[in-house]
């Protein structure tokens, strides 16, 4: 095969169809003429053709016929003539100019070892998205008006050896596989198919830096220079990811994990690790544009450009997010998708916060992952200081508390404290507190739903004993952050927080007590689902309990666990697979509990059913009993509307005579408030009468038989409702 070579004089004569279209790399220059006049030529022989008029089928039954004709007119005609001259105006010497810029088209035909008919194709492709133009002249020369885009039968037409160009109508040839070539201008994850009419497209970010090499990055990319002092200090595994990195193949993709949680300092590892393995290459970043990753050979493209300019790509936990949301839990279909890049020899570092995000990644194009590692309490607290500045001065208690509160990593303090320093005046203890809580982004899914406390102004009516040992609660997850990290229990205890067990027959005021301390303690709570935590499937509970509780360690908050002894109920002896993995279930969640920072509230009826082993873990076990006469005293004043008129209740006489839990008086005086609501011209009058058939109505819903006697002056009225409910 001839060697052609670029003769610099050709650089300034035309090369395309729009005037005044140039490309300072010579070769790209030489290939583009080689196009246009090939083009012009054809166009020329349709205009002669005596079959050009007629449809597509007639032109190709005479295309051998008239093949002589086609050579000949090639030769004589003064126009066609000329153009025949052009193409063979150059000379075709042995050796080459000066070597090509990197990235170059010059340098891509010497890299890969294309020979002159993959080159032709190249420059066929690139053409269409230089000249605006071209896209007419080809409809015409493809005797079809709704092709605008070159086809390999067009450049089997256009060249001179038209049977070399089947070996570039190859998905493995290196046009196809180094993502210089794509099928359409939509991009595809796989080019698996070609044929004939396949359309020939360079994308536009490759042919741009296939003839302008010395052109700015592309929009979606960053460049991503460490900052001084801010690079993070390596690891172990830095420096066994950065040898690796040395033995590599070449030949193909290398993708490298960076593991860490949402806003670690993901980007400071990536630079960490490339610094020491003394790379050349640059790094850039892609930039979070969600339309561009519409089309799954958007990465291609990223990566076919980074190759180009000897480039490392970075792809942040956005980006990844995208990719993986893209086709959820679907590996069949993302493995297609990272396969198209494997020949394109470059590297790829990939922020994830689990190994779940590598599905679909054949692991020959993987590197060990990096771990990033977490921040501390103290290196929170450290940046926080450092960041506020002078502003942090009346902020200290504020920021401990914070720094342990919200477990958030480097890259999201800086975006906090950014936001923080912007605001004007004087911050305060609440204010950066709530900066800091708008930030949370938790996501537990149908796992949990959200509690807003109901009860603002009311306090919790236990026995004495029971009273103390709530308020201990509460006293205990306010004296976290100095116990833990000032007294320095921390360590011995993994950082753990309180775990708390109420148990009490139902309306006891176990939910109200929970959300009493949500209120007091300023955290969120979230009432945990247990109908979709559990699942009847082999280890899908311990599944749904891995994704509630890594969610929630991102901050303090209070997940609460109605009926929990379906959850944390006694171990069983395993008699099959179904009772193994139930106690593995157990075992496991008393292990999460264990390590769980925030505060766990486990409420239950059946405390006998619990298992004991989660038992001896809590913290604290408070026992909501049936309450007493004064308790029950208090409940009644409690939950009667301070707005109402209750002077002619006799609550002694209710407290005395029926022992309903707190839910059950708090049920009763609402139904009673609706009825005396609905008497005509009632003013917001509470009355005796209507709060005894309430009560009555309460044990009625308990299925519990009480005589009317136990009614006292109230039994006539009793049985006159009992007679009424029979008649009826």
């Known amino acids: 095969m001839r060697s052609f070579n670029y003769n610099t004089k050709e650089k300034e004569e035309i090369v395309t169809f729009t005037p005044h279209l140039q490309v300072p790399d010579v070769p790209a220059a030489y290939w583009l003429r080689q196009v246009t006049v090939r083009l012009r030529r054809e166009v020329c022989w349709r205009m002669h053709e005596p079959a050009a008029a007629v449809d597509k089928v007639t032109e190709i039954l005479g295309m051998q016929r008239y093949w002589e004709e086609k050579k000949k007119f090639f030769l004589t005609d003064p126009t066609a003539k000329y153009l025949t001259d052009q193409l063979q105006s150059l000379p075709m010497k042995e050796g080459e100019s000066n070597p090509p810029v990197q990235g170059s088209f010059g340098w891509v035909i010497r890299e890969l070892g294309l020979d002159d008919t993959a080159a032709f194709v190249l420059a066929l492709g690139l053409i269409v998205v230089f000249d605006s133009a071209v896209g007419s002249v080809i409809s015409a020369c493809l005797n079809d008006p709704m092709k605008t885009q070159p086809t390999f039968s067009l450049a089997q037409k256009l060249w001179d050896y038209p049977e070399q160009v089947l070996q570039v109508v190859d998905p493995a040839h290196p046009l196809f596989r180094f993502g210089l070539l794509h099928l359409s201008d939509r991009g595809t994850a796989t080019d698996s198919f070609i044929d004939w009419e396949s359309p020939i497209f360079v994308p536009v970010l490759v042919a741009r830096q296939l003839l302008f090499p010395g052109s700015s990055l592309p929009e979606a990319l960053n460049l991503s220079e460490p900052t001084p002092g801010k690079t993070g200090e390596p690891v172990p595994d830095h420096y066994q990811v950065a040898m690796s990195l040395h033995s590599i193949d070449r030949e193909r993709l290398c993708i490298i994990p960076i593991v860490g949680k949402k806003g670690a300092a993901h980007r400071e590892t990536v630079r960490a690790v490339s610094s020491l393995s003394g790379r050349k290459q640059k790094l850039v970043e892609c930039k979070k544009v969600p339309s561009l990753f519409e089309s799954s050979g958007f990465l291609k ?27 959820p839990g679907d590996q069949q279909r993302r493995v297609p998708y990272w396969l198209s890049l494997q020949y394109i020899p470059m590297t790829i570092f990939i922020s994830i916060t689990g190994k779940h995000q590598l599905d679909g990644i054949p692991a020959y194009l993987l590197l060990p992952g990096i771990p990033v590692p977490e921040f501390s309490f103290h290196e929170r607290a450290a940046l926080w200081k450092r960041l506020l500045g002078a502003r942090a001065k009346g902020l200290e208690a504020a920021i401990d508390e914070c720094s342990r509160r919200f477990r958030y990593e480097k890259e999201l303090i800086g975006k906090i404290a950014e936001s923080v320093n912007a605001l004007p005046g004087t911050i305060t203890a609440e204010g950066f507190t709530a900066a800091c809580r708008a930030h949370l982004e938790l996501d537990l899914g149908d796992l949990a739903q959200k509690v807003t406390p109901r009860f603002k102004d009311e306090t919790l009516i236990l026995p004495h004993k029971q009273h103390v040992q709530f308020q201990e609660v509460a006293k205990a997850m306010k004296s976290l952050t100095e116990v833990h990290y000032n007294w320095g229990t921390a360590r011995a205890w993994n950082e753990s927080g ?11 005021g176990k939910t109200m007590a929970a959300e009493i301390l949500a209120r007091e303690l300023d955290l969120p709570i979230y009432r945990i689902d247990l109908s979709q935590v559990v699942n009847k499937y082999i280890g899908e509970t311990e599944k749904n309990l891995k994704r509630l509780f890594d969610a929630a360690d991102v ?17 069983t002896e395993v008699k099959d697979a179904h009772d193994r993995y139930a106690n593995l279930e157990i075992s496991y969640l008393l292990e999460r509990m264990e390590r769980f920072k925030g505060l766990a509230i486990l409420a239950t009826n059946r405390k006998k059913d619990l298992d004991e082993a989660f038992l001896r873990r809590l913290r604290y076990i408070v026992e909501f009993p049936f309450p007493g006469i004064e308790e029950r005293k208090r409940i009644w004043h409690q939950v009667i509307p301070g707005t109402v008129d209750y002077s002619g209740v006799d609550i002694n006489f209710l407290a005395r005579k029926f022992q309903l839990t707190g839910g059950h008086i708090r049920s009763a005086v609402l139904n009673a408030c609706l009825q005396c609501a609905a008497l005509d011209g009632a003013a917001r009058v509470l009355t005796m009468e209507q709060v005894v058939i309430a009560v009555k109505r309460e044990y009625d819903k308990m299925e519990r038989s009480v005589s009317p006697e136990h009614f006292g002056t109230y039994a006539g009225l009793i049985e006159k409702i009992e007679k009424n409910d029979e008649k009826h």
């Open 301 to 327: 493209v990223l990566a076919a450009v980074c190759w180009l300019r000897g480039l490392d790509l970075y792809l942040g936990q956005e980006i990844m997010s995208l990719l993986t949301a893209a086709t």
């Open 498 to 508: 309180i775990s708390v067990l109420f148990a009490g027959p139902p309306g006891t």
């Open 555 to 571: 901050s303090d908050m209070i997940l609460f666990f109605d009926e929990a002894d379906s959850l944390f109920g006694r171990r």
